[in-house]
């Protein structure tokens, strides 16, 4: 919007009006004589090109050319005319005219009646009559002066338009001042009155006619806004003397109240807290409850379906004493099938039962994976010959992982059997050994059907065995999920890759471990001595996101004698601090399941990891994160995205911290 002053506005609204008639005048007035003048134009060119042929209509009747260039020439004397020409009734040219030197710029052929402008010039087509009868066509070409017209029309419009403009200006800032002196009286005093808040003064009254009433209008608002106000203020001494009075009342009621609020919020707080903890008692016990129930649902068919075979067999042979011998040695054999899928069923159990409450207790040292594998095929390979599988071990360097040896050749044996079992007939299975980084990935790949994606979210779950319990192998749904406590326990992970119809591909990776040898020398004539297993720093990470994961481990390989334990949910990671107890411990806050605050919640009221410092890595940058975090008892709170620099002062102080708590 244009911000100016009412004398503004109104001077342009007067010079815009003036402007407009003006120039609708003028427009009017020039297009009128210009159609004016070119139709007279027309018409004079017209006469003179009849003319013409009226004197050389004899010429062209008798054939007599010298006639008519004779009657040409007289056009000299027309300083417009620049050319002229006649032609026959037969379209020839009879004789032409032209001014200046060089052939005359005439039409080689006549063209119908009438006229046309081209290049600023007017050209004029008349036929010849003689008695009547057409003898010919006459052709004039004339100066056209319209243009030279309109330009000179212009100029005297420019300058009657610059006139009225001046004209219209003085008019109108001698009687603007007349409309809008009222009106701006008025708004001073308006302003006046909003920044001193003096509602006695007036407006003076400087006509009688709808300014004047304006002005007696506001004064008179001016006069009931001044009552007002006065009645308001009265009214408001009137109210703020009984505030003040009821404030003192409410003064010694608050006094008298207080001591009395304060033990209800004292007790209140009391009754929250211990809400609280009732509330987070029974959500845990009902969390716990759904999970006994689905893993007792879950072993309880798994235990009844081996069970059935055997009761059931044995009632057979009970019930037909006279059975032949094959069908008792069949009935037999089932029987001792069941039994033995019964007891690996319940070893397995036991076994994942001993992980999940910790009391795995594993010897972990430097492991060469040429042996224990070696060890594997050895134990392997009659189950993969019954069935012509071909079993491929890479090329096994001298590489070693820190592991514990025993549950090391447990996890390889369930990889081998899994993909010899779930192999197709004559199949192949690849062994394959290979460094990443501070870690030996070691992968076991088939040739079976392979998984389905969906398939591949609930591999690690108990007795989900991903819809093989309706084939005809044998499992018990558990091994894979003893294998990955057991890898993730080491400080290791285990992951799977696999397309329907192609295979699947099962990997872990465990910490590369140094082998001493004797006859070679250091790497460093200045490094010292490679820290054994027991100098070793040992740093848990726990997080869920690989790529995060794999980022920390590559910031941590900066630091010499250092050995990564990582966990990719807060279970297990509590359950590695505790088996492992590390110097530090790094926690992702926000992981399914149990969450880092939760996690690092249960290390610090456990007498015996509270004193390991845990750092947080988190994306919640949030001040009152940080605060609550650091007040939680998080040695430090670093955000993501992760300076290695600052991950690796802070890992470094909280060594230091970790050898002082040892030192004491």
């Not at 394959?432 to 990935?441: E, M, Q, S, T």
């Not at 008892?633 to 708590?661: M, N, Q």
Request: glycine share 6%; proline share 5%.
């Amino acid at each position: 919007m244009w911000r100016a002053s009412l004398r503004l506005k109104s001077l342009a609204v007067m010079l815009l009006t003036t402007l407009v008639s003006v120039v609708v005048a003028l427009g009017a007035m020039v297009l009128y004589d210009l159609q004016a003048y070119h139709q007279g134009w027309v018409e004079d060119a017209t006469a003179q090109a009849e003319l013409l042929g009226t004197t050389s209509a004899p010429a062209l009747s008798f054939d007599d050319p010298r006639m008519a260039q004779e009657n040409l020439d007289l056009l000299r004397v027309q300083p417009r005319v620049r050319a002229a020409a006649l032609y026959t009734a037969q379209g020839r040219l009879f004789a032409s005219y032209g001014i200046g030197g060089g052939a005359p710029r005439v039409p080689a052929a006549p063209e119908a009646e009438g006229s046309r402008e081209e290049d600023g010039e007017l050209l004029v087509f008349k036929p010849v009559r003689d008695n009547g009868q057409v003898v010919g066509t006459v052709f004039l070409r004339t100066r056209y002066e319209l243009h030279d017209r309109l330009v000179k029309y212009g100029a005297i419009a420019l300058g009657v338009t610059a006139a009225a403009m001046l004209v219209a200006l003085v008019l109108s800032s001698w009687l603007q001042h007349l409309v809008t002196q009222p009106v701006l009286e008025i708004a001073a005093v308006a302003q006046d009155v909003v920044r001193s808040r003096n509602y006695a003064r007036r407006a003076r009254r400087l006509s009688s006619d709808e300014t004047g009433e304006l002005a007696q209008a506001f004064n008179e608002m001016l006069a009931e806004i001044e009552q007002r106000t006065q009645a308001l203020e009265a009214s408001n001494r009137d109210k703020a003397r009984e505030v003040e009075d009821r404030r003192l009342a409410q003064q010694e009621v608050m006094r008298l109240n207080q001591e009395l609020e304060q033990r209800v919020q004292e007790r209140t707080a009391q009754l929250e807290a211990s809400n609280r903890e009732l509330a987070a008692a029974s959500e845990e016990a009902q969390r716990a409850n759904r999970a006994k129930s689905e893993f007792l649902s879950n072993m309880s068919h798994e235990l009844r379906t081996p069970l059935n075979a055997i009761i059931g067999f044995g009632q057979l042979l009970a019930a037909d004493t006279a059975a032949p011998p094959e069908r008792v040695k069949v009935f037999t054999e089932h029987i001792v099938g069941a039994g033995r899928h019964l007891l690996t069923l319940i070893n397995e159990i036991l076994n994942l039962a001993q992980i999940e409450s910790g009391r795995v207790s594993l010897s972990l040292e430097p492991v060469r994976m040429d042996e224990v594998l070696a060890e594997c095929r050895t134990m392997i390979e009659p189950l993969a010959s019954r069935r012509g599988i071909g079993l491929e071990f890479s090329a096994q360097d001298a590489n070693a992982v820190v592991a514990d040896r025993t549950r090391l050749k447990q996890v390889l044996l369930n990889l081998l059997s899994n993909a010899v079992k779930y192999n197709r007939d004559g199949g192949t299975v690849w062994v394959r050994c290979i460094p990443a980084g501070p870690l030996l990935r070691v992968a076991v790949r088939d040739t079976g059907a392979g998984l389905r994606p969906e398939q591949l979210t609930s591999l690690f779950q108990p007795f989900n065995r991903l819809g093989q319990e309706r084939g005809t192998q044998e499992g018990t749904g558990i091994g894979l999920v003893v294998t990955k406590r057991l890898v993730e326990l080491m400080g290791g992970r285990i992951d799977v890759s696999s397309e329907p119809g192609q295979g699947s591909e099962f990997w872990i990776e465990l910490p590369l471990a140094a082998l001493q040898h004797p006859a070679a020398p250091g790497p460093l004539a200045d490094a010292g001595h490679a820290p054994t297993l027991s100098e070793l720093a040992t740093v848990l990470c726990v997080e869920d996101n690989p790529t995060n994961l794999q980022l920390v481990e590559a910031i941590l390989m900066a630091r010499p004698g250092l050995r990564l334990l990582t966990a990719r949910d807060g279970e297990t990671g509590v359950a590695l601090a505790r088996a492992h107890r590390p110097q530090v411990i790094l926690m992702d806050n926000h992981m399914p399941g149990m969450s880092g605050h939760d996690a690092q919640a249960l290390l610090y009221r456990d007498p015996a990891t509270a004193h390991i410092p845990v750092i947080a890595l988190t994306a919640d940058a949030m001040p009152e994160a940080v605060q609550q975090g650091l007040a939680a008892g998080y040695f430090r709170y670093l955000t993501k995205p992760i300076a290695p620099a600052e991950l690796l002062k802070a890992v470094d102080e909280a060594l230091a911290h970790a050898r002082s708590h040892q030192a004491a």
